[in-house]
């Protein structure tokens, strides 16, 4: 049995990985990088979803919201898949794995490992 | 309590794991952490009471998203693949992080003075008998709100004629991505000897048990995605050409049952509509389906636009 | 209600599957594409035709999809306001989808666009339909995300450099938008069980969740809307796509999430709104307004003028908040100012379509878009000039168009409502695009150059398909009687008697 407490901290750690992933999703240049913060804010998202209906433990999980989440699930994976897609097909043609306006100054000397 | 202390020390481990996965310089271990991200939350979700969000979130959320994740790394050069720069925290960086931390307090404030719950679990559980599922979230997914699966098994095609579109015009009807080149004795090889039918049965008992038990089309239809990934990668197997007909029928059969379902209802007078004496072999033949194009789907979201050029 | 069950059912199910199926045969089919739409448009049309006689003659309906109420199952509203933006948008398809045959038509041999442009046309207008008639917020969710991925691919399909960086642009703010929505959603169900806009209605409160939901929904529809600041995705996304995808993108995706925006703060949380939030959205929108056409007045291409106008017009759009929204919801200029937004949004649809086509057969003929090029263009397209002129009549609001009407009803709600500031900006838009539009118009009417290339030959028939939704969107304006009470229907607090 859990605790109640627990999906109040599983709905904390939602909250927190929401704050981290929108940081790497906006100081991020590489746009690879910035998909991969958009799965971790989404998670984050579906986690604070998830615990938020798991908040009475006597009446079981709420299975509407599961039902919800793996569709959220689903939709971001479609999502990533065209936006990775996007990204190979761009920086086969630009050689940059950023948008323009998003490329430093001095970016070639910047980009090297 | 020592159930607290797990909960804390996975919590932990999530954001730790994310952390790394956003933070990181280099971007392929950036990804292998957000593997292993995907899998802690997996485990969070079996805390919570949900093993049908934690089998989706283990097979997509992880596996599929990660798989994508790296060959998208590998498909783009070593050049643009570079570690981020090191730039020192600077003003916008500082800003940044603290809008983010705002905006995450707020959501943390919003969850905690949340009112007290008012689940649907009551009305799920006493329409149970009508909806032709045993496992509750089968039923909603299907019958309940059949209508967000239907739309959704269509978003996936949406992405799908998105990365077709991002093909070369030269290598328009080709087969699917790049060509698989693997070594005959190779690791891989082996793997996609032994692996397909074990995964075959995995995927196909994670449909048919998904009525009484967690699982269903999606995270079936994952499994058999893999699969199939896995055969074509070990080179025992070719990708299909994207102009074959028997591939964009395997792709459409599911979505368009389903809509042919939903159109029947008008009969009655109704949208989308499983009546309670047929709805539980009704909810099995649309699950069978549309695992059937999901996985399909899925695999050939994977391999990408064709690549390489046709030759007529 | 009816008393047959079986036509309201029949007319949701054409409208809902038609465009889908359709979709989904081209996909597997290949270079039947113009057949398929031409079939998907007829058995569209069906359904909306029986859909307006039924709300006409008796009222706005919800259908509880499955048979499942709410909050278990998801209900299906057909009201004024959706039957108008559903019709609208099947004008603007079929029109779009005529004139693509020859662009995106397949010879002997199947080929890239020509193959993918007809299905993501169909899904296109497929998740705009079931957004329309969606009354649940997590199904308008996985409509929207039908819709955005369908619109980044449509940006880009040519497969260019530009292009697929103006994809990959509106992809991130899309990506954001959608997460943003989502976890509105999400604090929404969990603290209120329910996603339906109707029970909504009456739960939703000024808890700190519901504030938060409300902003994180707002923000991410505004996004998604290309609201200042998140505007700068919009011009070259809609400029750089082939003109009938253009056509569809800057017509009629920003006006989903506008009508989501619609739907939820004047239905399912109409207490919500504190005044500063409203009078915010305006001043956006204010700001996109005179950004949008200042920038219009700077370029030097056709599709970037009307790309940048669509900025401007989306702006005013937003003015509907502070005029209809909170403590002016119970006003007697609530109902005025509501009605103008929608048939601002609704001529906006028709016009800015018109204007895209016309650019592309503008395209077809001198092979560019550059306006030094298009000098005396009036003689070798004499229609497609005409339908530019009457599609800017509308924009720029001038009587008789559908736009001013939507001027004239946010006008007279403005001053009624003491915010005269609103219809100051609303005649200021109407000069800055009298301004903007006026040098290809001049360009267009202007003598040829001696030494200019002789234009291709345009067929006329094509050229039709431009004129009709210009002067459709003109119809709205001299016809407004019909369609301004249509739209009351089914509106809540609306005085429309007999009806729920």
């Known amino acids: 049995m859990i605790a109640p407490s627990a999906s109040l901290l599983y709905g904390l750690c939602g909250a927190a990985l929401i704050g981290l992933g929108l940081y790497g999703f906006v100081v991020h240049r590489r746009l690879i990088r910035r998909v991969l913060a958009f799965n971790v804010i989404g998670s984050g998202i579906f986690l604070l979803f998830g615990a938020s209906s798991y908040r009475d433990p006597a009446a079981g999980a709420d299975p509407v919201p599961q039902a919800m989440i793996i569709t959220g699930i689903v939709v971001a994976l479609s999502a990533t898949a065209l936006a990775l897609a996007l990204i190979v097909a761009y920086a086969r043609l630009a050689q940059s794995g950023a948008l323009p306006e998003d490329a430093a100054p001095g970016a070639d000397d910047e980009d090297r490992p | 309590m020592i159930a607290s202390l797990f909960d804390l020390t996975l919590c932990l481990l999530i954001l730790a794991a994310a952390g790394a996965a956003v933070f990181g310089r280099a971007a392929f271990m950036a990804v292998v952490f957000f593997i292993v991200y995907g899998i802690l939350i ?271 | 209600m009816t008393s047959s069950a079986l036509p309201p059912a029949l007319a949701l199910a054409l409208i809902l599957t038609a465009p889908l199926f359709g979709a989904l045969a081209a996909m597997v089919t290949g270079r039947r594409g113009p057949a398929i739409a031409l079939a998907t448009v007829i058995a569209t049309v069906a359904g909306i035709l029986t859909l307006l006689v039924i709300i006409a003659g008796d009222g706005a309906f919800t259908l509880a999809i499955g048979g499942w109420e709410a909050p278990l199952g998801i209900q299906l509203r057909a009201d004024g306001l959706a039957a108008g933006f559903i019709a609208t948008t099947a004008l603007v398809m079929g029109a779009i989808l005529a004139i693509a045959g020859k662009p995106f038509g397949s010879g002997a041999q199947e080929r890239r666009s020509a193959y993918t442009f007809w299905p993501l046309a169909l899904l296109l207008w497929g998740a705009l339909n079931a957004i329309f008639l969606s009354g649940d917020l997590f199904n308008l969710y996985v409509g929207l995300e039908l819709l955005t991925l369908v619109a980044v691919a449509l940006v880009g399909i040519e497969g260019k450099r530009e292009t697929l960086a103006a994809a990959l642009r509106y992809m991130m703010f899309a990506l954001m938008g959608s997460l943003l929505y989502l976890l509105g959603a999400a604090l929404l169900y969990a603290a209120h069980g329910t996603l339906d806009i109707a029970l909504l209605a009456t739960r939703v409160g000024n808890a700190p969740g519901d504030i938060v939901a409300a902003a994180a929904i707002t923000a991410g529809l505004a996004a998604k809307t290309a609201l200042f600041p998140f505007h700068a995705w919009l011009p070259p996304a809609h400029s750089g796509a082939p003109a009938p995808a253009s056509a569809m993108l800057s017509g009629l995706v920003p006006k989903a999430s506008f009508y989501i925006l619609l739907r939820f703060w004047f239905e399912a949380a109409p207490d919500i709104a504190g005044t500063s939030v409203l009078m915010l959205l305006g001043g956006l929108g204010a700001f996109a307004m005179i950004y949008g056409s200042l920038l219009a007045l700077h370029q030097d291409r056709l599709k970037l003028i009307i790309a940048y106008s669509t900025v401007a017009q989306l702006g005013y759009l937003f003015f509907v908040f502070p005029l209809a929204g909170g403590e002016s919801a119970a006003q007697p200029w609530a109902a005025g100012a509501w009605s103008g937004a929608v048939f601002h949004a609704l001529s906006h649809a028709m016009a800015k379509a018109s204007m895209f086509l016309c650019a592309g057969l503008i395209i077809e003929a001198i092979g560019h878009d550059r306006l030094p090029g298009m000098k005396g263009i009036v003689r070798a397209l004499p229609m497609t000039v005409f339908a530019f002129a009457l599609a800017a009549i509308t924009l720029m609001g001038l009587p008789p168009s559908g736009g001013f009407t939507a001027k004239y009803l946010m006008m007279t709600a403005s001053f009624a409502a003491g915010q005269p500031f609103w219809a100051l900006m609303l005649i200021l838009a109407g000069l800055l695009a009298a301004a903007y539009l006026y040098r290809p118009l001049a360009l267009a009417f202007a003598l040829p150059d001696e030494d200019a290339p002789a234009p291709k030959a345009v067929s006329r028939a094509r050229q039709a398909a431009p004129l009709v939704l210009a002067l459709a969107a003109i119809l709205l304006g001299i016809l407004s009687a019909g369609p301004f009470a249509f739209i009351q229907i089914g509106r809540p607090g609306a005085a429309v008697e007999g009806l729920e």
């Open chain 2, 42 to 312: 997996a485990i969070a979700w079996l805390r919570l009471g949900a093993i049908d969000v934690a089998l989706a979130e283990a097979a997509i959320g992880a596996g599929l998203t990660g798989v994508l994740l790296l060959a998208a790394l590998a498909r783009i050069t070593r050049r643009i693949d570079a570690p981020e720069p090191s730039t020192g925290p600077d003003r916008t960086t500082l800003a940044t992080a603290l809008a983010s931390l705002v905006i995450a307090s707020a959501i943390a404030f919003a969850f905690l003075t949340l009112p007290e719950p008012q689940g649907l679990q009551e009305r799920v559980a006493e329409n149970l008998a009508d909806a032709g599922a045993e496992n509750p979230v089968t039923a909603v997914l299907l019958n309940f709100r059949g209508w967000d699966t239907l739309l959704e098994s269509i978003v996936l095609l949406a992405a799908l004629l998105g990365i077709w579109t991002l093909a070369r015009d030269e290598a328009w009807g080709g087969r699917a991505g790049p060509r698989h080149v693997t070594r005959p004795g190779g690791v891989l090889a082996q793997f996609g000897r032994v692996l397909p039918p074990i995964g075959l049965l995995v995927g196909i008992y994670l449909v048919w048990a998904g009525s009484k038990q967690p699982g269903g089309a999606f995270q079936g239809g994952t499994v058999l995605a893999a699969v199939w990934i896995v055969t074509i990668m070990a080179g025992l197997m070719q990708a299909p050409r994207v102009a074959d007909r028997a591939l964009r029928a395997a792709l459409v059969i599911g979505p368009v049952i389903f809509l042919a379902l939903a159109v029947a209802g008008v009969v009655a007078g109704a949208f989308l509509v499983f009546p309670p004496v047929h709805a539980g072999w009704l909810i099995l033949a649309v699950e069978a389906v549309l695992t059937l194009s999901i996985a399909v789907t899925l695999a050939m979201l994977v391999f990408g636009p064709p690549e390489e050029e046709e030759k007529p």
